[in-house]
Every structure is written in structure tokens, then in C-alpha cells.
């Protein structure tokens, strides 16, 4: 991602804080300056950093801390609430309904990837059951229609639009009336965008706003623009009611940092951010998790998430049950490198992993990494089924090694380096198998309120009846047990 460099920099000063002997003002100050620096660096807006550094120092007042208190501890989550409030504004964006017809209007300056993020939420809101529709407002730009037409019809979103129409206003209010009619629940209008900021593209949003009436207004940011990010969002802001913000080319090498100022300037979420040009490379936006990554702390509960997307049902809580018990087996590890070449960007998985081995996902070397996994998987196609399932180390002996490298026609060190990487996912999932056994039960709950006919889970009390009743029962039973248990037959 773009911000991996600014989260590297962020961590390695906290790192090295930690390493010290004894934390004191200088120690302090000196990681302040090396977060500072990076956060500079990255193009974030300076009044921003300074805010930030003096809220941390009033909160970590080192003569006042007893001697018992864990100063590094106390630093380190001090700089994780201040990143979380540069990027949360405070207030959550409208909330759509399944149903009940909602307008969003799309705006931004030519170039920041506008037409294909309407799509791609288009897009991912489809995946999830809502209706949507796209109407192109944009008669600025020659070959928008075109662009939008081809997007939508790819994705099979129903669209609207116009070649001899040249008034948006009217294209925006006859395309959704007709979607409205449609009973599409999602309406995406996209408007003109300008190579900058100028008094036309404001009027105009301004016009198509007050005849469409959305629901919601979002900001499209490029990532890359830098220290004009503030000034942009904020003149954005004035002309129309932004009410969330995404944040497009995050899979760039440009700086990206000045994009986080324009939540300060919107007063609005960041909802999404664009991580690449295909489709599904959006991904939703959760502050928390996402300075946690930023900061090399993992994201378990987007991991999750990842996992419930490509892994089939009837094995996410076989999988979720193992590693909430420390069983992290080869065969698991295999199974995951399958996984996870089907999740998308391997940066981002790696990133949801606390503590994951850099070695394995360098900056800016995915294919080299996705070569890896392939070699690896390799090597595991010539390991027994008792070397699979066994969660001992130990059973890897050199004659064990010898032959699973001429089964693979792979090198000996080879072997040992998969053997390696497989001993440290174990240690990393050892560590946070207490997080996996929460994230387990609630799995279990989730995937059971989609197996259970309506009527029973009803009569369970709803999603919090049957989570109360699995947890009575451990976590550990089964929709098949769960019917049995109401009265209910299959499907």
C-alpha cells in the first residue's frame, strides 16, 4: 500500500523506544520527531502533525507516570488514538437501506479515478444484495459515457446515460427517476470532474445536487495529490454536503499521507479506499483496523473477513476451531497459501497478520512473493499425510528433509526455508489464538444465522438469541444440531 512505508517509518521509532534501556524525555522526544518526520514526509498537512505531538506529550507526561506504569505501552497507544482521530471525524456516514431507494452523487477533480469507484461500489454493493444502478452526469469529458457504459456492463449494473444530451442536470434527474422506477435501491449518479478547481464544476455540482437530492455526497480523492489534499477537500466541502470521503490509488508509490488531511478538511469517513484498477480491489474502511495495520499490529478481524470471502463455509469454522486451538499445521499453512492467492493483494493479507515475517511479502515484491508460495506448495505436495497434520516441529528430520526435496526437485535449504517460515506462522498464531477463539464463536453465530431456516433463528430470538445460546453451549455446536434442537429439517 502506499502508506506501508509511513507505517514502517511510525513503527520502527516505536521499536527502537521500546528497545531503550530507559524511557525518558529525550527517548520520547526523539520518537516524536522520527513519527513527525514520516508523517512530513508523507505529505499529511503540518498543522495536523503538530496537533498530534502535543496531544501526545500531554498525555504522556513522564513525570508523572509511577514507576509501575508500562511507559511504553502508554506511548504507543497514545500514538494509535491520536492517528485514529486525524482519520475519524466523529460521525458515521449515511447508512443505506436494502429496499428503500437511495441517491449517492459522486464528485472530484478529472483524474482521480471518479467513474471506475462508482462502479466498484457499485459493485461491491451488489455482491451484498442491494439493486444498484449508474447514471453518468458527466458531459465534460469526452469518452465518459463510454468509459462508464463499459465498466457497468461488465459488472451487469443496469446504467444510464446520454450522447446527444449535454445539460447533466437533466440526465442526472431523468436517470434517476427511471431507476426509481426500477425499484433500484442504489442509485449512483457521477458527475464532471475538472482538471482543477474552478467556479463551473462547483456550479454544476452544486445544480445536480439541489435536482437530484442525494442521499449522500461522496469525495473521490487521489491519493497522490499531496499537501493540496486540505485545500481541495476543504473547497469540496464548501460547495456541496460532503458526507464520506474514498480514497482512490492507494497501490501507488506516491506519498498518500496528504489524502488522511482531507478527512479533517471534509469533516467526513473515509469509507473506502481503491487498492488497484480491478473490480474487487476496493476495500471498506475502518479506522481502528486500519492504523493497526499502518502500524504492523495486524487486523485479525479483516483477516476474517478475507477468509469468509474465498474459503467455503462448511470449512471457515473447521479452520477458525484449529488455529483458535494453536493447531497451525502444514497442511493449514498449504491450504492458506492457497487461500490466500485468491484474497486479492497479498500486502494486504500480510498486513491483517501481527507480527507476519517481512521476508515473506517485501515492499513492492508481490509476484516474487506469490512465486514463493507456489515454490512452498510444491515442496508440501512431496510431505506426508503424518507430516501434514502434525503440529510438532520436531518430526522434520534431516532424512525426512533429504527426501521431500528430491520429491519436489527443490534444494535442501530450500525445504528448510519453508520449514522456517512455517515455524514462525506458527509462533505468530500461538501468540494470538486467544484473539481466534472470539473471532471463532462469532463466526459460528454468523455463519449459523445463514444455514438456520428464518422461522428457527426467529425463535432463537434473533442473531443475539442464537449467539447467547452458543455460547452456552461452548461455541462448539452445529446448525445441524441447532435444528435438531427447534424442530427443523433441512433445506
Known amino acids: 500500500m502506499v502508506l506501508a512505508q509511513l507505517g514502517g517509518s511510525i513503527s520502527r521509532a516505536l521499536q527502537q523506544m521500546s528497545n531503550a534501556t530507559i524511557i525518558d524525555e529525550k527517548v520520547l522526544n526523539e520518537c516524536l520527531n522520527e513519527i513527525?518526520?514520516?508523517?512530513?514526509?508523507?505529505?499529511?498537512?503540518?498543522?495536523?502533525?503538530?496537533?498530534?505531538?502535543?496531544?501526545?506529550?500531554?498525555?504522556?507526561?513522564?513525570?508523572?507516570?509511577?514507576?509501575?506504569?508500562?511507559?511504553?505501552?502508554?506511548?504507543?497507544?497514545?500514538?494509535?488514538?491520536?492517528?485514529?482521530?486525524?482519520?475519524?471525524p466523529g460521525k458515521p456516514a449515511f447508512t443505506l437501506k436494502k429496499g428503500k431507494p437511495s441517491v449517492v452523487m459522486f464528485v472530484g477533480l478529472q483524474g482521480s479515478g471518479?467513474?471506475?469507484?462508482?462502479?466498484?461500489?457499485?459493485?461491491?454493493?451488489?455482491?451484498?444484495?442491494?439493486?444498484?444502478?449508474?447514471?453518468?452526469?458527466?458531459?465534460?469529458?469526452?469518452?465518459a459515457f463510454d468509459q462508464l457504459k463499459q465498466n457497468a456492463t461488465k459488472a451487469k449494473i443496469p446504467f444510464y446515460g446520454s450522447y446527444t444530451e449535454s445539460d447533466p442536470?437533466?440526465?442526472?434527474?431523468?436517470?434517476?427517476?427511471?431507476?426509481?422506477?426500477?425499484?433500484?435501491?442504489?442509485?449512483?449518479?457521477?458527475?464532471?470532474?475538472?482538471?482543477?478547481?474552478?467556479?463551473?464544476?462547483?456550479?454544476?455540482?452544486?445544480?445536480?445536487?439541489?435536482?437530484?437530492?442525494?442521499?449522500?455526497?461522496?469525495?473521490?480523492?487521489?491519493?497522490?495529490?499531496?499537501?493540496?489534499?486540505?485545500?481541495?477537500?476543504?473547497?469540496?466541502?464548501?460547495?456541496?454536503?460532503?458526507?464520506?470521503?474514498?480514497i482512490t490509488k492507494m497501490d501507488g508509490h506516491a506519498k498518500g499521507g496528504g489524502a488522511l488531511s482531507a478527512?479533517?478538511?471534509?469533516?467526513?469517513?473515509?469509507?473506502?479506499?481503491?487498492?488497484?484498477?480491478?473490480?474487487?480491489?476496493?476495500?471498506?474502511?475502518d479506522v481502528k483496523p486500519f492504523v493497526s495495520r499502518l502500524l504492523g499490529m495486524g487486523d485479525l478481524s479483516g483477516l476474517v473477513n478475507k477468509i469468509q470471502d474465498v474459503v467455503p463455509m462448511d470449512q471457515q469454522l473447521e479452520l477458525l476451531q484449529k488455529l483458535s486451538e494453536g493447531q497451525f499445521t502444514l497442511r493449514i499453512m498449504y491450504e492458506q497459501f492457497q487461500n490466500m492467492l485468491k484474497m486479492g493483494p497479498l500486502e494486504q493479507v500480510f498486513s491483517m497478520l501481527p507480527?507476519?515475517?517481512?521476508?515473506?511479502?517485501?515492499?513492492?515484491?508481490?509476484?516474487?512473493?506469490q512465486a514463493k508460495f507456489k515454490r512452498y506448495m510444491t515442496m508440501m505436495d512431496s510431505v506426508t499425510d503424518e507430516e501434514l497434520d502434525s503440529t510438532n516441529p520436531k518430526i522434520m528430520t534431516e532424512s525426512r528433509i533429504m527426501r521431500?526435496?528430491?520429491?519436489?526437485g527443490r534444494l535442501v535449504h530450500e525445504v528448510m526455508e519453508m520449514l522456517e517460515e512455517y515455524k514462525r506462522l506458527a509462533k505468530i498464531f500461538s501468540k494470538v489464538k486467544g484473539d481466534m477463539s472470539s473471532l471463532s464463536r462469532n463466526m459460528n453465530a454468523q455463519n449459523m444465522s445463514k444455514v438456520l431456516p428464518p422461522h428457527i433463528l426467529k425463535q432463537m430470538g434473533g442473531m443475539g438469541g442464537?449467539?447467547?445460546?452458543?455460547?452456552?453451549?461452548?461455541?462448539?455446536g452445529s446448525a445441524k444440531d441447532m435444528m435438531g434442537m427447534f424442530g427443523g429439517g433441512g433445506e
Open 355 to 369: 507480527g507476519l515475517s517481512s521476508e515473506m511479502m517485501p515492499q513492492g515484491r508481490e509476484k516474487e512473493s
Open 114 to 143: 471518479k467513474t471506475t469507484t462508482c462502479t466498484k461500489y457499485a459493485y461491491h454493493h451488489q455482491k451484498k444484495g442491494w439493486k444498484p444502478a449508474l447514471v453518468c452526469a458527466d458531459t465534460f469529458r469526452a469518452g
Open 36 to 88: 513527525t518526520r514520516a508523517l512530513l514526509q508523507a505529505d499529511v498537512q503540518f498543522k495536523l502533525v503538530r496537533d498530534m505531538t502535543t496531544n501526545i506529550k500531554k498525555i504522556v507526561n513522564l513525570e508523572d507516570l509511577a514507576a509501575g506504569h508500562n511507559k511504553r505501552r502508554i506511548i504507543q497507544q497514545a500514538v494509535f488514538n491520536e492517528l485514529c482521530k486525524i482519520l475519524d
Open 466 to 476: 442464537l449467539q447467547n445460546i452458543m455460547k452456552q453451549m461452548g461455541g462448539m
Open 169 to 246: 442536470v437533466k440526465i442526472a434527474v431523468d436517470g434517476v427517476e427511471t431507476f426509481k422506477k426500477e425499484n433500484c435501491d442504489l442509485i449512483i449518479v457521477d458527475t464532471s470532474g475538472r482538471h482543477k478547481q474552478e467556479a463551473a464544476l462547483f456550479e454544476e455540482m452544486r445544480q445536480v445536487s439541489e435536482a437530484t437530492k442525494p442521499d449522500l455526497v461522496i469525495f473521490v480523492m487521489d491519493s497522490s495529490i499531496g499537501q493540496a489534499a486540505f485545500d481541495q477537500a476543504q473547497a469540496f466541502r464548501q460547495s456541496v454536503a460532503v458526507g464520506a470521503v474514498i
Open 263 to 285: 478527512v479533517a478538511a471534509t469533516k467526513s469517513p473515509v469509507i473506502f479506499i481503491g487498492t488497484g484498477e480491478h473490480m474487487d480491489e476496493f476495500e471498506v474502511f
Open 404 to 408: 521431500i526435496a528430491r520429491g519436489s
